[in-house]
């Protein structure tokens, strides 16, 4: 009796212990898994803000050269009048205004945005 006792003890902790390694692994495997989605969304999400930053400051440049452009023909003026140094420091001076110019107008429109909702 009191080896059958021990044998039936030594099953339940043998079963147990296979459970536990089933369930172990498995749970790892899912947190691997589930860490692997994660990481694949934040290279998605860091990508697509990347592209968005990339377009948004391409867009900037354009636009404070096409001022200056305009700048240089309303003053009857060449680019090689100026300097690097002063083109360098003009084109700088574009796009604080412009940036600025930006943010005053998405303030603006969340402004609107909320008072629409009230």
Known sequence: MILQTGKNEQARKSYLNDYYNRTHKHNLSAMYANNKLKNFINH?????????IAKAD????????????????????????YTDKEVNLILSDKREKIIAKIKDKSLIGLLITLLIGI
Do not use: G
Not at 44 to 52: L, M, Q, S
């Open 44 to 52: 998605i999400r860091v990508n697509i803000i990347n592209k968005v």
């Open 58 to 81: 391409a867009k900037i440049k354009e636009r404070e050269l096409l001022s200056f452009k305009a700048e240089l023909a309303r003053e009857h003026k060449d680019i090689s009048d």
